[in-house]
């Protein structure tokens, strides 16, 4: 069986740079944004809605792709987003079985613990948080109680739907094998020991 | 200033041999049931007693020794507790000040925040907690059943003395560095790559 690590983390902890250096470092496949683009091929929907439903924050009226033309949908909202769901475990299914991975959110934990991932939880302080979406220039037009509401709401919206998605808690140490909290800490320091503990 | 590693664990997780080998491997002094005598130094209270109060099950009526002789309190029992924080307190900042170390429990990563420590937390599930106990020998009297009841009630009697000690949650991964899940780990094996990641 392929060797799977899973990245979740909160926004601005570094965790997305985090599994994107521990599979340079391994020479794992890395699996991100991708896995977007991998899910509407395998659906009817447009790679914007199905973000905006692994976002968290999907409305009951949005535009969607049907067979290149656009619509609105109202009703049958819930059985759009439990199709972009069984077509997000089955896009990971794949990967997982195509190589060794590191895979960054996407409930990938959860929905590939038959392959007994090592699950990898990255958290920081708010605040360390908030330097570090600034050195990056996330939100750099916003100010900074703006930038702090922007984080919260990115998380609310993560928990929600890995909430919905897993029916677990997101961020429940328990359902991680390691909770790294990098709260004024480089990831790049991190990473030539972290992958011993795997 | 010295560096300083605490050491939280749920019992059972192996937290104390992590504390003990991390010690070993990287030189530092360690402490754990020791505290307890050098606060009985620091008080009037028997060592049991201090221990009852440390473990989260004190009772309002106990003996303890003052002046060599025994006696019994009631009313001014939370006097008595606020007495035996403070001493730890006393006590785990001498021991900080004296070396480099690792402090399994008491509440060290609270009581020491000023010395800024490397805060570990340990922690497992049920099942593997109850392996590791029976393995070690611990409660080996007791059923499958009253094993169980007996590592929740322990951790809850932690989780209470940690609360009222420190106004924090006990095992929230927000008050530590770095959460380990040791399921179906030998801690061993983990503490050559641990030591690089404090």
Sequence with gaps: MNRIITVSREFGS?????????????????????IIKQIADHTSFSEEYIRQIIEGKTHRLYPITINNSFSYISDSHAQMVSTVY?????????LAELSDC????????????????FRIFVYA?????????MARGDGENLSESELRKMIRRIDRNRARYYGDCTG????????YDLCINTSGREIKDLIPHLEHLL
């Excluded at 708010?126 to 979406?133: K, N």
Aim: glycine share 10%; hydrophobic share 30%; with cysteine.
């Design 86 to 94: 069984e077509a997000q475990a089955q896009v990971l299914r794949e």
């Design 125 to 133: 302080s708010l605040e360390s948080r908030m330097q570090r979406c």
């Design 102 to 117: 590191v895979i960054v959110g996407r409930c990938a934990d959860y929905l590939l613990r038959d392959y007994k991932p």
């Design 14 to 34: 570094g965790g997305r740079e985090l599994g994107r250096r521990l599979a340079e470092r391994l020479g794992f496949e890395y699996y991100d944004n991708e």
């Design 168 to 175: 677990q808690s997101w961020g429940e140490k328990e359902n």
